[in-house]
């Protein structure tokens, strides 16, 4: 059974063996404002794509299938994040019909937002090795 830690509108650990990260993550989150969620929503965002092209919907559940059920996209988060990662150019999008036959804007990955996946990657890897680290020190 799935339940929201936090009213977080799009990075909420909801996950149960995440719920005992709440405390933490609101801490982490009340004092770094937008930048540390922007930029982890964009991280998941460019990964979700790195596998090929997906609508918005299918952006959102590939994030809550890669996190296994962890972060959950809300639209209101979601859309204005690919507007904001198309306009920086790493992203294309294309309108084209859904599985079910309605139109739906299909995003993918530019040459830059590879690039930039790489780079997100790589910092948010040190970042996680330098707060592993600090909690064995």
Known sequence: ??????P????APSHPRTS???PLWEELTSSRPAT???GTLDLLILKALSTGELHGLGV???IEQMTDGTFVVQPGS????LHRLEEAGWLTSTWDASDNNRRAKYYS????????LAEEKANWNRIALAIARALEA
């Not at 059974?1 to 936090?6: H, I, K, M, P, V």
């Not at 977080?8 to 990075?11: D, I, K």
């Open 78 to 81: 979601l859309f204005p994040a």
């Open 109 to 116: 990955l530019t040459k830059t937002g590879r690039k930039q």
């Open 8 to 11: 977080l509108p799009h990075l």
């Open 60 to 62: 959102s559940r590939r």
């Open 20 to 22: 005992h990260l709440a």
């Open 36 to 38: 540390l969620l922007q």
């Open 1 to 6: 059974e799935r339940t929201t830690a936090l």
